[in-house]
């Protein structure tokens, strides 16, 4: 496949991710405004934290490094081989659920369980979701490799859909079963999206398309692990590549997700308080997850496909270099300039989206100072996404391996200033210590980029510099915001919450007219894909 049609198709990879994240991201915020009506912090921080912790946790472990592995170099491979390889997610999955599960239930504080219901049946229910998902990852690995978009859209939407119809019923008609309410939506989440996988390739495997398009794979029976006589069972190159990855996958673990495995493991926030802190950063984290991850895992593939791993600039091809460069710096730019526009007017509009959203529950006390620190680690969040985007995809396993003991030690490290920032300023020394650690990374990953280029004409490292008439107007933006937050928000009624808006609705389209006059480069980039 060219690398400009890998291009194309990547962007709608990206695109489409995105609308199905703002869809997620919606609905969740939706079921979290409901269930905070009929359900207690409590109860809802266990679920967000605790269980949604174990879940993560067993999936990222069993499949990170098998994902990042296959999805590696071109889609024209022994998929044989590869399918056999993905199919030890399962075991795999297995193991951590049953060892993380048995930690969960005996050596971590128990809930009260007047307050908090069924606790140990959600640990089951939570640890045998992770295994049903995992059943379904050579299905996955399979469509993302092919670019398959309307397959993963339409799954994870019904999925998602379905999950939160069963969660509004049983809160509605049942809000004394607890846990077992997380625990049945979580379940049926799973089992849709796996089976949505499976029917869609039963359906497509041996038809008119699949002859058409000269699909790897013929029959269903092929998704399933098979001996091949005289050959080995996996890609060895793809297993000791995939065992590099498992090594720095349980450090990114720790790292992505340290805040939640301080608490749980710490006890540095009650469960009530995780609760509220889980909002808010879902809340912070809203346009990360549904533009940037799209963008992070798309540009991925693309970047692996494009450039080979392990060559050298000089030994790649030069007309794919220059494409992978060029996106490179725009994709900088492009993220650069969200979490910039997040960061400034995030500040002035914490406190009154909090107060819409939850109340003075989460308006009052730390809430508002979470989320303008959230909104100034989305920044960092943004750049570090591609940046790691085109160092993972183009490292060699000896680079890999290298990098992992810079990751234990930024994990140490990282665990050690989120405790002690926790003890010294409540919730928000977690956003500072994960400012901290993407700060870190992101260091690691343009040092990276910049020897990757040197012996180039290409400098994609630019697209982190805004040109500065556009600086300016961030600036202004964000002296004028602040000041109308002071003189208007939030306690004086809602028309001076309604000017408030408007005027962080004017400053926000000077900047955009700002952007679209500087950034000409990026803004034809975007309508182009």
């Known amino acids: 496949m060219a690398a400009q049609d890998v291009l ?35 109860l809802i921080g266990v679920v967000n934290v ?32 590869t399918i056999n390889l993905l199919w030890l997610t399962v075991p ?6 049953l060892i993380l599960g048995l930690v969960w239930l005996h050596l971590l504080e128990v809930p009260d369980p007047s307050v908090v219901p069924h606790y140990q049946a959600g640990v089951v229910a939570f640890g045998l979701s992770a295994i049903i998902e995992l059943l379904g990852e050579p299905f996955w690995v399979l469509a993302q490799a092919h670019l398959f978009v309307r397959l993963k859209v339409i799954a994870e939407s019904l999925s998602v859909v379905s999950k939160c119809i069963l969660t509004v019923t ?51 029976k092929a998704l399933l692990p098979n001996f091949v006589e005289d050959e080995t069972f996996v890609n060895w190159k793809e297993a000791r590549l995939t065992w590099s990855f498992f090594k720095q996958s349980f450090l990114k673990q720790i790292l992505t997700e340290g805040e939640r495995y301080v608490m749980t493991f710490l006890n540095v926030l009650n469960f009530g308080d995780q609760g509220v802190y889980d909002i808010v950063n879902n809340l912070g984290s809203l346009v990360a997850r549904f ?9 991925y593939v693309f970047f692996a496909k494009v450039l080979e791993r392990g060559k ?24 650069l300039l969200i979490g910039l526009t997040i960061t400034v007017f995030g500040y002035a509009y914490s406190q009154l989206a909090l107060d819409i959203y939850g109340g003075s529950m989460l308006s009052s006390g730390t809430g508002p100072d979470l989320l303008r620190c959230y909104s100034l680690y989305v920044l960092f969040l943004a750049v570090n996404g591609v940046t790691e985007c085109f160092t993972f995809a183009l490292m060699c396993k000896e680079e890999v391996d290298r990098y992992n003991f810079v990751m234990l030690a930024l994990s140490f490290i990282f665990l050690c200033i989120s ?3 926790t003890r010294w300023y409540g919730s928000v020394g977690f956003i500072l210590a994960n400012c901290f650690n993407m700060g870190i990374r992101i ?29 300016l107007v961030y600036i202004i933006s964000a002296a004028i915001t602040a000041f109308s937050e002071v003189l208007f928000c939030c306690d004086k009624g809602w028309m001076a919450r309604l000017i408030h808006i408007s005027v962080g609705a004017l400053c926000f389209a000077a900047t955009l007219v700002a952007m679209f006059c500087t950034e000409t480069k990026l803004i034809h980039f975007v309508r182009n894909q």
């Not at 991201?25 to 939706?30: A, D, K, L, P, S």
């Not at 379940?187 to 699949?210: D, K, N, Q, T």
């Not at 991850?293 to 540009?299: D, Q, R």
């Not at 270099?321 to 730019?333: D, H, I, Q, R």
């Open 170 to 220: 049983l809160v509605t008609l049942y809000p004394r079963w607890g846990l077992y309410i997380f625990s049945l939506a979580q379940l049926l989440y799973v089992s849709v999206l796996v089976m949505c996988y499976v029917i869609y390739f039963v359906m497509f495997l041996g038809s008119p398309e699949a002859t058409k398009k000269s699909f790897p794979v013929a029959r269903v």
């Open 8 to 42: 194309s198709q990547t962007a709608r990879l990206a695109s489409s991710s995105a609308l199905l994240q703002v869809l997620f991201r919606v609905v969740t915020f939706g079921l979290n405004a409901f269930t905070l009506r009929y359900l207690s912090r409590e």
């Open 443 to 471: 260091a690691h990953s343009t040092h990276y980029i910049y020897d990757y280029f040197r012996e180039s004409t290409h400098r994609p490292l630019t697209g982190l510099l805004p040109s500065p008439a556009l600086l």
């Open 50 to 81: 605790r269980l949604t912790l174990l879940y993560s946790t067993v999936v990222f472990l069993a499949r990170e490094a098998f994902r990042r592995a296959c999805l590696s170099g071109s889609a024209k491979r022994n998929w044989t081989k």
């Open 291 to 299: 533009i940037f991850l799209p963008i992070e895992e798309s540009f």
């Open 312 to 335: 050298a600039v000089k030994d790649q091809k030069q007309d794919d270099v220059a494409m992978a460069a060029n996106v490179l710096e725009l994709l900088l730019k492009l993220v």
């Open 92 to 97: 795999l999955g297995v193991f951590w659920s």
């Open 419 to 421: 405790y002690f920032l």
